[in-house]
């Protein structure tokens, strides 16, 4: 589930445990750029379903 969160820094996207989401600009054409350590310290949020963000709270 993506959410947008409220924080300091404005409007943010969110994953169901209330981690950052953001876009890696050097993926390109549905390949990813990030692989070994960069996968391991930055999972890549997926979904079989169309992501629809909506306004929620941040978990405690």
Known sequence: MVQVADT???EILV???GRSL??????KDGSSACSD?????W???TSP???TPRRAPMPP
């Open 8 to 10: 300091e820094l404005g």
């Open 15 to 17: 994953d169901q445990s």
């Open 22 to 27: 953001y876009g890696f600009t050097k993926d």
């Open 37 to 41: 350590s960069c996968i391991a310290a």
């Open 43 to 45: 999972p890549a949020f």
């Open 49 to 51: 379903q169309k992501a």
